[in-house]
């Protein structure tokens, strides 16, 4: 089948998905499998593999997703009800001030964004972001779309993120350069694209703080909360654990470690996102629950309450993931990829274009960072280009791969259903917040590599 069919379905499915979800208000899991399914049987995916495509597309996503989000969610509501979001709430508010308040919680999440995955983050910071929001009042939007912006800035610019680490190795970018100049790219677009814009929309939705992290209705916190310090430090120990697991990878890929050694297999598992969060989670039942006179039956029903409001993001988000599957078995994406390629224009904006177009046909980032990447490869290789003019090609391939997040985007409905939007509202915030951080990122990579 031909790019222009392929693209007239694409476009077709995407109109379906959102005409059934906004319009004929079908629950989002379902219209989701029933548009992944017509998808696949309209773009010639043989039928005796259409059903294996669906479910690899779904269980790829809940594989990175749903333990993060499910410890992540076990982790918030152990906070959340031991009084310790509220006590680093009022410390945030006392330090910066009410004001501020988005502006440090933000901020925050750009430190703890350097080395953890987006949605891991934004899981774990998020029971902070909603204590602070009921406290000081406005909607929950004000408050966490730069906390959300900040994560995703870090993910898809700065390594050691997958998609710009794998980026940087494919064109031979030195990883060092990457990471300063994506920080110098990642500030200033998150400054714009998510503060400044975050503050401005969520003016204009004012949106009620939602109880999905915390099992329920607000519960009773305890008279003698925890300290901000050990909240602070429970929330950094999965952090530390995660940046030694990059820091050994990027070890590896500078040549310093044997990758094969025994030692550093495990020490790469240990300090893998799901496993930093699990011992997480037991660190802080103890710290949170056991130390502080909870027995193992009542940390046992927080658990489970944690884990309930949570299964419908999980499946969703797995649908949205589904859905992308699709797409990328099509080879709707290759299409658009090498209708770009033959324009004839320079390889920095060929490599924007590209990515770009591979973001909007499938959803995934990472997949379109890496896929565009491989598909320039050859001519970064063979171009004469110096290091800072390499470094700015992977930025504006990762500002590309970020454009447009919509329903066939894992994270936007992650991003939509933990704040508690509906689709047409997450369309108006989300995927505006993450086209504004491609074009703003492509705009500053662009001048960098002009100025090299």
Do not use: C
């Not at 330090?95 to 350097?114: T, Y």
């Not at 999980?314 to 599957?325: E, H, P, Q, V």
């Not at 700015?392 to 933990?418: E, K, P, Q, T, Y």
């Amino acid at each position: 089948m031909g790019a222009g069919p392929l693209l007239g379905i694409a476009a077709g499915a995407i109109g379906v998905l959102l005409f059934l979800i906004m319009k004929l208000r079908v629950h989002a899991l379902l219209a989701l499998i029933v548009v992944s399914l017509a998808t696949a049987f309209a773009t010639g995916i043989p039928s005796a593999h259409v059903v294996d495509t669906l479910v690899q597309g779904f269980g790829t996503t809940l594989g990175g997703v749903a333990l993060l989000v499910g410890l992540g969610a076990i982790l918030g509501r152990l906070i959340e009800v031991s009084g310790g979001a509220q006590a680093l709430a009022d410390a945030l508010i006392r330090r910066f001030g009410e004001d501020r308040a988005p502006l440090a919680l933000s901020f925050a999440s750009l430190m703890f964004g350097f080395p953890i995955f987006f949605d891991a983050g934004l899981v774990v910071m998020l029971p902070i972001v909603f204590t602070v929001a009921r406290r000081l009042g406005g909607g929950i939007l004000r408050y966490a779309l730069p906390v959300a912006g900040a994560f995703s800035a870090m993910h898809i610019f700065v390594p050691p993120h997958p998609g710009p680490v794998s980026a940087s190795e494919l064109m031979g970018a030195d990883i060092g350069l990457v990471i300063l100049l994506g920080l110098v790219v990642a500030i200033p677009t998150w400054y714009v694209g998510s503060y400044l814009f975050g503050l401005w929309v969520g003016k204009r939705f004012v949106l009620p703080v939602p109880d999905i992290l915390t099992g329920g209705e607000q519960v009773e916190h305890d008279k003698n909360p925890p300290s901000p310090g050990t909240v602070i430090g429970l929330l950094l120990l999965p952090l530390v654990m995660i940046f030694a697991n990059t820091g050994l990878d990027m070890a590896r890929a500078a040549g310093w470690v044997d990758g094969d050694a025994g030692w550093y297999q495990f020490a790469r598992a240990i300090g893998a996102t799901p496993i930093a969060l699990l011992v997480t989670v037991f660190v802080a039942s103890y710290v949170l629950g056991t130390r502080r006179g909870r027995g193992g039956e009542v940390i046992e029903k927080l658990t489970d309450s944690a884990l309930g409001p949570i299964a419908s993001i999980i499946l969703i988000t797995g649908a949205g993931g589904m859905f992308g599957g699709v797409l990328r078995a099509s080879g709707i994406g290759d299409a658009l990829s090498d209708s770009l390629s033959d324009l004839g224009l320079p390889v920095i904006v060929v490599g924007f274009l590209v990515a770009s177009a591979l973001r909007i046909a499938q959803g995934s980032a990472t997949v379109a960072l890496i896929t565009a990447a491989s598909l320039i490869q050859g001519v970064v290789l063979a171009g004469d280009f110096n290091s800072v003019e390499v470094a700015a090609i992977v930025l504006a391939l990762a500002a590309g791969s970020v454009v447009a997040s919509h329903v066939n985007d894992s994270g936007f409905w992650l991003v939509g259903r933990f704040m508690g939007m509906d689709v047409k509202t997450t369309l108006r915030t989300w995927t505006v917040l993450q086209t504004i951080f491609g074009v703003m990122g492509f705009s500053l990579a662009a001048a960098i590599y002009a100025i090299a």
